[in-house]
């Protein structure tokens, strides 16, 4: 993976400081939904679009720190995860050029594990705090989408993966907002939760997105302790 702009002077402006100085526990992964990633750069980096990730990795697996991780980037946009509403504040955003729609290729996903391994070792990062834009904003956002590999991230620990001991007749809304998701309806929660561990499935919420959902809400509830802003 090759790094360019890993120390400052950063390229994009489009940052301020982290709210009531809270540090990043959570990371966002994104992809750009831009024809190539020079057009993402620019755009992530225009004071007008208001917009902006810490990192972005090309397909070549090429990176570049746009923010300082110290820093709050602009891209979450609204949303919330578990007690957080202000996730900008909270995380770390990385962006994947990828159109929306293709693969992510192999160099790509190896350069985006190094990263964040790095970055879940700078700031103490758990796996399970690392979600999908999608997750964060159900029904307004779609990324990183159904072609990318969560399952090859919770492998290598640097994410989760649902077991198979969860109850089949839980609750399914109740266990996917411990988990996380935010107080969204329920046709926006199974399709955010469909598009990150079974972006395959189709049709009503049936017994296995109960028993995944349960599984995920026993072993990593999300606010367990004081909320934080």
């Known amino acids: 993976m090759a790094v360019k702009g890993a120390h400052p002077p950063f390229a994009s402006a489009n940052c301020g400081p982290r709210r009531d100085g809270v540090r990043p526990d959570m990371i966002v992964l994104h992809y750009t939904a831009m024809p190539t990633c020079a057009e993402a750069r620019a755009r992530l980096c225009d004071p007008a679009a208001k917009v902006s990730a810490h990192w972005l990795i090309g397909e070549d697996g090429d ?23 202000d996730v900008n504040s909270r995380s770390i955003g990385i962006e994947l050029a990828n159109v929306g729609d293709a693969p992510f290729p192999e160099p790509q996903m190896a350069a985006l594990e190094r990263m964040l391994a790095g970055i879940m070792d700078r700031w103490r990062i758990a796996p399970h705090r690392v979600i999908a834009h999608s997750d964060m ?28 001991g969860g109850d089949a007749k839980a609750d399914f809304c109740a266990a996917a907002r411990t988990f996380g998701y ?31 959902a349960d599984d995920l809400s026993r072993r990593f509830p999300v606010d367990v302790g004081p909320a934080r802003p």
């Open 63 to 85: 990176a570049e720190q746009l923010v300082d991780e110290a820093l709050r980037a602009w891209h979450a946009g609204a949303g919330a995860w578990g007690a957080v509403t």
């Open 137 to 164: 904003a159900p029904g307004r956002k779609r990324d990183p989408g159904p072609r990318f590999d969560w399952h090859r991230l919770a492998r290598a620990g640097l994410s989760v993966w649902p077991g198979q």
């Open 182 to 212: 935010p107080d969204v309806p329920a046709d926006p929660l199974l399709t955010a939760f469909r598009l990150r561990f079974r972006p395959w499935a189709d049709g009503p919420e049936d017994a296995i997105d109960r028993a995944l």
